[in-house]
């Protein structure tokens, strides 16, 4: 019987994980490396060895609704998106109303993670850690992995010809931190992530020129979403994921094209992604094409190869004089402390995780991996609704299917990100379907057909509004007395931050989508009640 569970990383994934095991009655020790909690929203001046860094300036790309804790709002007064140092504030807020730090020993790495030779029977774990030179090594009945995926860099220097005689310097991202050295430089950023568009749009109003090299574009979205509303909360719906899986694919994705030319013609600029009807997640940033109009920032093809002092690229154009290049080429996973690494990487050395989770080939389903997850929801709601999944999985009120049939699950599931993102192994995954796939599982997805019966303005509100984290506290295990009024005043949460100057509005429009919402529910009902 699953009773004391060791968790690497007091990240939010860790957090999280912390707060589900004491709801489930558990005894969770965590382990963290550093001196405090955050993980990657932790910034230290420079970067520190198995830590993800961050830069001075980053902000988040999911608004304070779709990405709280979902029994843990934000305060009204926090912004929509907020500075690295809010969140933090935010996420000290959350562990100490939970009371969660005395369950985690600081200043601790974990240098090892085993089966015990009686795995087979125990499904036990010998975790071995190291504090002030001193190691220990203590018994565990359930494993989990919260290390994040921001950690060990991924720097394909050997993919960039002459880079070794490149008499400038180079660097990954994960280094920088803030602008002031760069003051008056040329500097070549390659990688058009949301690293790569934030240092490239900073550095833009210090260094002389900034080049932003693109093997592949990407689409290009600002935080601003219509109306001045959060892109999210318009976006990261139930109502919007069920048009896309139900409109044929050529419409969708025609619609989906359309959607993210909206702002800007992104084959204007350069960026046009190559597969453009690929949802690979987009690029995050308000200022990127006012810095290209600008000419501060110029759209460069990949680089074909490096001289001494300049960059050549793929079109043939040449940079002379290029002072610094900045690698935003991404991360890798992976977990030094497996002393088994074939037990997360069971395919190809390749990872594969039943739900996202689980290593489906463990003879005792006591190990978790929290947070190894990307889409366009944010990571806390995710984890939080992984990590409960998982202490339902401990604890055997969740049964999993057999070894093949997860195999197969997980095989589908590739197959449906080959489709969606134009590769297979990518952590990428929707959103919506992701949540409510766990959901179910658990007996936490709202029931909708008895929501519309009984709560139709929340039933409303839920369907087509925001996909936000207090829906999956409705209801079932962990259910939040508080999740109802939470979905109904986010709304008011979300304009109080911005509307800090009060204009009343002397035209009234009765908004298209209330009266959409009104001619689609009689359908709605039909449907749910043909098929549930």
């Known amino acids: 019987m699953v009773q004391r569970v060791a968790i690497i990383g007091a990240g939010v994934s860790g957090l999280a994980s912390i707060k589900c095991c004491l709801d489930e009655g558990l005894e969770p020790t965590c382990f963290e490396r550093s001196d405090d909690i955050g993980g990657l929203?932790?910034?230290?001046?420079?970067?520190?060895?198995?830590?993800?860094?961050?830069?001075?300036?980053?902000?988040?790309?999911?608004c304070k609704e779709m990405m709280c804790f979902p029994d843990f709002p934000f305060p009204d007064d926090f912004p929509n998106y907020m500075h690295n140092s809010k969140l933090q504030e935010y996420i000290r807020m959350y562990a100490k109303h939970f009371a969660l730090l005395r369950y985690i020993k600081f200043k601790t790495m974990v240098s090892s993670i085993k089966k015990r030779p009686d795995?087979?029977?125990?499904?036990?774990?010998?975790?071995?850690?190291?504090?002030?030179?001193?190691?220990?090594?203590?018994?565990?009945?359930?494993?989990?992995?919260?290390s994040g995926h921001h950690v060990y860099p991924n720097f394909p220097a050997d993919f960039f010809p002459g880079l070794k005689k490149f008499k400038g310097s180079y660097f990954h991202s994960r280094d920088y931190k803030e602008p002031e050295k760069f003051k008056g430089k040329r500097v070549l950023v390659i990688g058009l992530g949301n690293s790569g568009s934030d240092i490239a749009v900073e550095l833009s109003h210090t260094a002389s020129q900034v080049y932003?090299?693109?093997?592949?574009?990407?689409?290009?979205?600002?935080r601003v979403w219509d109306k001045g509303y959060p892109w999210d909360m318009l976006t990261v719906t139930r109502f919007e994921t069920f048009l896309r899986d139900t409109l044929p694919t050529s419409v969708s994705d025609w619609l989906y094209v359309r959607r993210m030319n909206t702002w800007f013609k992104h084959e204007n600029y350069g960026l046009m992604p190559l597969n453009r009807t690929s949802?690979?997640?987009?690029?995050?940033?308000?200022d990127l094409p006012s810095r290209i109009t600008c000419?501060?920032?110029v759209v460069k093809p990949n680089v074909k190869e490096f001289t001494e002092t300049s960059a050549i690229f793929q079109d043939g154009t040449v940079q002379e004089n290029v002072d610094f290049v900045i690698f935003a080429t991404g991360y890798s996973y992976s977990y030094p402390f497996m002393e088994d690494n074939a037990i997360i990487k069971c395919r190809d050395n390749e990872v594969t995780l039943y739900k996202g989770i689980l290593p489906p080939r463990l003879e005792k389903p006591t190990m978790a991996v929290?947070?190894?997850v990307q889409s366009l929801g944010a990571i806390i709601p995710t984890s939080d609704l992984q990590a409960r999944w998982a202490t339902r999985v401990f604890k055997g009120l969740y049964k999993l299917?057999?070894?093949?049939?997860?195999?197969e699950d997980i095989d589908e599931k590739m197959g449906k990100k080959l489709k969606w993102y134009g590769q297979s192994n990518t952590l990428q995954t929707d959103y919506v379907s992701y949540m409510d796939e766990l959901a179910s599982a658990i007996g936490v997805k709202p029931n909708f057909p008895l929501l519309f019966l009984t709560d139709p303005r929340l039933a409303l509100e839920v369907y087509f509004g925001p996909c936000s984290p207090y829906q999956f506290r409705l209801t079932g295990p962990g259910k939040w007395d508080g999740a109802r009024n939470a979905i109904l005043t986010q709304w008011d949460r979300t304009l109080k931050a911005t509307k800090t100057r009060v204009v009343h509005d002397s035209q009234k429009h009765f908004p298209f989508l209330n009266l959409l919402r009104i001619l689609a529910l009689p359908l709605l009902l039909a449907v749910f009640l043909m098929f549930n």
């Not at 929203?41 to 999911?62: D, L, P």
């Not at 574009?217 to 600002?222: H, L, P, Q, Y």
């Not at 949802?279 to 308000?286: A, G, I, L, Q, Y």
């Open 401 to 407: 299917p057999p070894v093949n049939d997860m195999m």
């Open 119 to 146: 795995f087979r029977v125990t499904g036990q774990w010998d975790v071995i850690t190291k504090q002030d030179g001193k190691e220990e090594s203590a018994v565990f009945d359930a494993v989990m992995v919260c």
């Open 212 to 222: 932003l090299s693109s093997r592949s574009g990407s689409w290009v979205m600002s």
């Open 370 to 372: 929290i947070g190894l």
């Open 279 to 286: 949802r690979k997640e987009p690029v995050f940033n308000d």
């Open 41 to 62: 929203w932790k910034f230290t001046e420079c970067a520190e060895e198995g830590r993800a860094s961050i830069y001075r300036s980053v902000f988040t790309n999911s």
């Open 295 to 297: 000419g501060t920032v």
